[in-house]
């Protein structure tokens, strides 16, 4: 450890060196032949408007990581990136394992059941993943990664309310190659990744690749009563490739993909909420946040396997183009989640899933450079799936859940361009989508082994809308743009799958948002600053989210409409290229979300119906199995309650110095990133749910060879040892159960490349 601090503490002081040696490197780099802006600069293509574009061009506020940042960052899986994208929260949910919790502009997605569609959309390859669970990506063999602000849902299909996610693996190469990496880190960690691209064959008709990951990894917290480590993993994954193009009208990319992931956590921090159970909690679990006491390993097994199918061709006066989608899952998870082992079980809870999802669109594509360019397409999606649910609620009580729905959605959208002057466009779309749902639940309750309860259902539910979006952006010089958007966004209605009795199954009402964006892309002083700022204003209603209500044996938390919210802030993106080789990032960003209608019972605390500090509208009696059972649920003004993961300030700062040497080059790396305090959970401000500022720091040195035909990178992440909480739940009157990051970790990177 000491011998990576000082080789780490080395890199930051090079990089604070950097801009005096960048200065002749500057001056060196302006007598150069064939060096241009384009070239030192980076730029990055994206196809958030279906076409391929510079960032800079495209009148929505991107972020956009290429491969060599994802490598810079030491990214893992998805969640690495948090940080770096202002106002963008990507880190793990916390209760459930194989669950992300992702949150766009403050608005976030951390359900782990899969009738909860996710408010940010997750695009692989072009295809839309239905289910959160198949979203926690390992980083590898990865093209590029783009995050959409606001609604996207004209172009990127369903449940586009917040933002979307689009990730673009590594497309064959047209010359036989290869990559191995080996890594090794901090808890065991132990990584291979490698691919192999033949090139192009059958008469340079054909190109194909296949790429690995193994990742192991043992975990950084334990489970004192086991003895054993938990929030490790153990990853299998496999990628193939199959392009045919001859250079001719017609191109066509098949994608498929493996993964098998089985992971050992999570490891609760159960916080002191008065309940003597907690007193005989073992007294090292009271005081460090990396030791948890579980009666067992918690743990999520999870296997997945897809791919995409997309053709295009080229009729002469545009591009006809189709996405074919395939998606199959299973997964097993158990966990407990009441974060104490006195009475046992309690909330003992186990989720085995199995689904599938298919989807296809066709589109076509105008040619660019007319005076009116269009994009008009048809989208189709379906997912059937079934989960069986077992909860262990207390010694005696035992409640099962056999659950089954089909989804069907189809969709018609165009956008079109129009340039009636000299860097003036003016755009128009719309989206008109429809969803239905058919879901059958049979739920039962027992005590001491005696159905108490049970009742069966077979609902079916159906939701359209019309989303449109307009824009305006002008070219003010070919460096600067700006522009301005409004849009509207859509999530589609629902079932509850934790329901218990009738009444809290559902169905709810869709969400929607009508968004309002400003923004400026600029590239500044012959492109060596880039600077993006944008204002946005988002009003949310009808929003979904959980409350706790009465069950068939105790309190369990569904799925309604709860409130309406309202949501502005702005973001800064900035890089700093003084020279060939040197770069420095810098994003702040700024959010204010809150309620503006939110009368609720919220705390799961049924009472007799007298009345309450702040009560908005009439107790209402609870019903079990249409039955009254004589307590009511008290709505109150919840309005004050803090959005979940909606850091009021966030901002990161980042350096990148690459210094030429006669064997290749050294490329040194260090990020900071900054957060402040924010709620995790938006049911309560009980400070307990709430994540402290921090700063963390990241840093790297990479040592490589002429075109990095091998590299050596040392990394090491959260330098300062932060302890950092990642989300903090309960469920119904139990403790409140925190879960933390990793702390200070190293690692060592070996990559060639033949």
């Known amino acids: 450890m000491k011998t990576a601090l000082l080789l780490l503490s080395t890199a930051a002081i090079a990089l604070s060196a950097a801009p005096a040696h960048a200065q002749d490197m500057a001056a060196q780099a302006a007598t150069d032949e064939g060096t241009t802006a384009d070239d030192t600069y980076g730029e990055i293509l994206v196809t958030a408007q279906r076409r391929s574009e510079s960032v800079q061009d495209v009148p929505i506020a991107i972020s956009a990581f290429n491969s060599e940042m994802v490598e810079a960052s030491g990214?893992?899986?998805?969640?690495?990136?948090?940080?770096?994208?202002?106002?963008?929260?990507?880190?793990?949910?916390?209760?459930?394992?194989?669950?992300p919790m992702i949150s766009i502009r403050g608005m976030s997605t951390a359900d782990p059941d899969p009738n909860a569609d996710p408010k940010v959309s997750t695009i692989i390859d072009g295809v839309y993943i239905p289910f959160v669970s198949s979203t926690m990506l390992?980083?590898?063999?990865?093209?590029?990664?783009?995050?959409?602000?606001?609604?996207?849902?004209?172009?990127?299909?369903?449940?586009?309310?917040?933002?979307?996610?689009?990730?673009?693996?590594?497309?064959?190469t047209d010359d036989f190659g290869g990559e191995a990496r080996v890594s090794l880190g901090s808890y065991g960690l132990k990584q291979f990744r490698g691919k192999i691209n033949s090139g192009r064959f059958a008469n340079d008709a054909l190109a194909a690749k296949i790429a690995v990951n193994f990742r192991d990894y043992n975990g950084y917290a334990r489970n004192v009563i086991t003895g054993n480590r938990l929030n490790g993993a153990n990853v299998k994954s496999v990628r193939g490739a199959l392009e045919y193009d001859q250079g001719g009208a017609f191109d066509s990319t098949l994608i498929v993909d493996w993964l098998k992931q089985k992971t050992i956590g999570p490891a609760p921090h159960v916080l002191d909420n008065g309940d003597p159970n907690w007193d005989l909690l073992p007294d090292a679990v009271k005081t460090d946040v990396y030791k948890a006491a579980v009666l067992f390993d918690p743990y999520a097994k999870t296997e997945s396997y897809g791919g995409s199918w997309n053709s295009n061709l080229d009729v002469g006066w545009g591009t006809i183009s189709s996405v074919l989608g395939y998606r199959h899952l299973t997964y097993v998870t158990r966990g407990d989640f009441d974060g104490l082992i006195t009475p046992a079980p309690q909330l003992d809870v186990t989720r085995d899933f199995s689904g599938e999802s298919k989807s296809a669109e066709l589109r076509y594509v105008s040619p660019a450079g007319e005076p009116v360019d269009f994009v008009v397409g048809l989208y189709y999606q379906a997912d059937k799936w079934r989960q069986f649910n077992t909860v262990l609620a207390n010694p005696t009580t035992t409640t099962l859940a056999q659950l089954h729905q089909d989804t069907e959605s189809y969709a018609a959208f165009a956008l079109v361009n129009a340039h009636p002057a000299d860097g003036l466009t003016l755009s128009i779309g719309g989206r008109y989508s429809h969803d239905r749902k058919k879901y059958d639940i049979a739920s039962q309750a027992f005590v001491n082994g005696n159905r108490i309860s049970s009742f069966a259902s077979s609902l079916e539910a159906s939701w359209a809308e019309f989303t449109p979006r307009l824009t305006v952006n002008y070219e003010v010089t070919p460096d600067v743009m700006v522009y301005a958007n409004y849009s509207q966004g859509y999530k589609a209605g629902g079932y509850n799958s934790r329901g218990t009795i009738p009444e809290n199954v559902g169905p709810y009402d869709p969400e929607r948002v009508t968004a309002f964006e400003l923004g400026a892309k600029t590239d500044l002083f012959d492109r060596l600053l880039r600077l993006n700022v944008a204002g946005f204003l988002n009003n949310y209603r009808d929003l979904q989210s959980s409350v706790t209500k009465m069950g068939s044996v105790r309190a369990e938390n569904v799925t309604t409409n709860i409130a309406a919210a309202k949501i502005y802030g702005f973001e800064v993106e900035s890089v700093l290229r003084p020279a060939t080789g040197f770069s420095i990032g810098a994003n702040v960003a700024y959010l204010h979300a809150r309620y503006t209608d939110f009368c609720a019972d919220t705390n799961g605390v049924f009472t007799n119906g007298a009345p309450e500090p702040g009560q908005c509208g009439p107790a209402v009696p609870v019903l079990l199995n249409g039955v009254p059972n004589g307590t009511f649920a008290v709505p109150v003004d919840s309005s004050g309650l803090d959005l979940a993961n909606a850091p009021k300030w966030s901002g990161s700062l980042s350096l990148d110095y690459a210094i030429p040497t006669s064997f290749g080059e050294v490329k040194l790396h260090s990020d900071a990133r900054y957060s402040a305090r924010f709620n995790t959970w938006g049911r309560s401000n009980n400070p307990g749910y709430y994540r402290n500022e921090v700063v963390l720091v990241n840093a790297s040195i990479a040592v490589a060879g002429d075109d990095e035909r091998w590299k050596v990178t040392l990394y090491g992440t959260n330098l300062t040892d932060k302890k950092v909480m990642s989300g903090a739940t309960n469920a119904g009157a139990t403790p409140i159960s925190q879960f933390y990051q990793a702390p200070r970790e190293f690692g060592v990177d070996f990559a060639v490349k033949f």
């Open 75 to 99: 990214s893992t899986n998805i969640t690495s990136l948090n940080g770096l994208a202002p106002n963008v929260v990507l880190q793990t949910q916390g209760l459930v394992a194989n669950v």
């Open 138 to 172: 390992d980083l590898f063999d990865v093209e590029r990664i783009e995050i959409l602000k606001g609604p996207q849902g004209v172009l990127f299909g369903k449940n586009n309310l917040a933002g979307t996610i689009n990730v673009i693996s590594a497309r064959p």
